[in-house]
T-cell receptor, first 114, second 112 residues
Framework: AQSVTQLGSHVSVSEGALVLLRCNYS??????LFWYVQYPNQGLQLLLK??????LVKGINGFEAEFKKSETSFHLTKPSAHMSDAAEYFC????????????FGKGTTLSVSS | GAGVSQSPSNKVTEKGKDVELRCDPI?????LYWYRQSLGQGLEFLIY????????KSGLPSDRFSAERTGGSVSTLTIQRTQQEDSAVYLC??????????FGEGSRLTVL
């Protein structure tokens, strides 16, 4: 079974500051890991994903995440926050076989102040 | 259509009534998911269909909830005897095998 814990339901940063959104997962099989973003009044869209290979993955809008198996983490970072990054961010995990569901965390709301 | 289509976009019902929510996935997508999104609860997994395999129903919160997927395409989520705590946005998503999920705009259910 898979599960995801997102640490911090709300994160506030200043424009230009580092963004760090934390995600820890639990999986009985090698995981596939995802970050999705939901902008206000919009649907969810994929930000980035890790399946196999390089553990540092780059996504859209300057975001990246690193898969750390030893820490069972997949934290999302961005070096410099922009006002347009304000949104809700969801971490998700699934097993690496067909037939396993994608399980989401409860989400982290990112606020960016000027 | 080009994307995942859900209907109705908004549904207001009275406690105790049954409701049906419909999802048209992207053509050719083999996997279909239903999630429930409510404030502070994130995306709660409900049910997952993958091809002709038996669906993963492990997320359905009670036996009042059921879902079908006909012909490997359209899916209907049915909630019987609705309760106020069922009020939420119900999201459908589809993917090809284990690929990226594409989400619909959701059906907002309000139970009075």
């Amino acid at each position: 079974a898979q599960s995801v814990t997102q640490l911090g339901s709300h994160v506030s940063v200043s424009e230009g500051a580092l963004v760090l959104l934390r995600c820890n997962y639990s999986s009985s099989v090698p995981p596939y890991l995802f970050w999705y973003v939901q902008y206000p009044n919009q649907g969810l869209q994929l930000l980035l994903k890790y399946t196999t290979g390089a553990t540092l993955v780059k996504g859209i809008n300057g975001f990246e995440a690193e898969f750390k198996k030893s820490e069972t983490s997949f934290h999302l970072t961005k070096p410099s926050a922009h006002m347009s990054d304000a949104a809700e961010y969801f971490c998700a995990v699934r097993g690496n076989q067909a037939g396993t569901a994608l399980i989401f965390g409860k989400g982290t709301t990112l606020s960016v102040s000027s | 259509g080009a994307g995942v289509s859900q209907s109705p976009s908004n549904k207001v019902t009275e406690k105790g009534k049954d409701v049906e929510l419909r999802c048209d996935p992207i053509s050719g997508h083999t996997a279909l998911y239903w999630y429930r999104q409510s404030l502070g609860q994130g995306l709660e997994f409900l049910i997952y269909f993958q091809g002709n395999s038996a669906p993963d129903k492990s997320g359905l919160p009670s036996d009042r909830f059921s879902a079908e997927r006909t012909g490997g395409s359209v899916s209907t989520l049915t909630i019987q005897r609705t309760q106020q705590e069922d009020s939420a946005v119900y999201l459908c998503a589809s993917s090809f095998l284990t690929g990226e999920l594409f989400f619909g705009e959701g059906s907002r259910l309000t139970v009075l």
